[in-house]
């Protein structure tokens, strides 16, 4: 079982940054593929991003690709999203999530591939 929070949400104007934080415990951080995915009311969950269990592999969607990065520390058993150049349409509840794999290079995106969710935290971008 892992257990993940986030932090690091708020309300932030259009062009601004935040950082989102997401700590994991548990059963151990490696052999996880991590990912970041967003919900905005009336929406379906959407991808955001990924980063494969050993690090320095990552995937984006064209909507945040050049704005967002994900990056995970082994050490604190932590994953990270510093979100640059915010737009209104980023506005949602950000959730991350724990990819059990085998693989050291498989970076998923997409929702049913995921066995652990955190709570969410929320990101409100204004115009």
């Known amino acids: 079982q892992v257990q993940l929070v986030e932090s690091g949400g708020g309300l932030v104007q259009a062009g601004g940054s935040l950082r989102l934080s997401c700590a994991a415990s548990?059963?151990?951080?490696?052999?996880?593929?991590m990912g970041w995915f967003r919900q905005a009311p009336g929406k379906e969950r959407e991808f955001v991003a990924a980063?494969?269990?050993?690090?320095?592999?990552?995937y984006y969607p064209d909507s945040v690709k050049g704005r967002f990065t994900i990056s995970r520390d082994m050490a604190k058993n932590t994953v990270y999203l510093q979100m640059n150049s915010l737009k209104p349409e980023d506005t949602a509840v950000y959730y991350c999530?724990?990819?059990?794999?085998?693989?050291?290079?498989?970076?998923?995106?997409?929702?049913?591939?995921?066995?652990?969710w955190g709570q969410g935290t929320q990101v409100t971008v204004s115009s």
């Open positions: 980063v494969n269990w050993i690090g320095g592999r990552t």
């Open positions: 548990g059963r151990t951080f490696g052999n996880y593929a």
């Open positions: 999530a724990a990819h059990r794999t085998g693989s050291n290079w498989y970076v998923p995106a997409v929702v049913h591939e995921y066995d652990y």
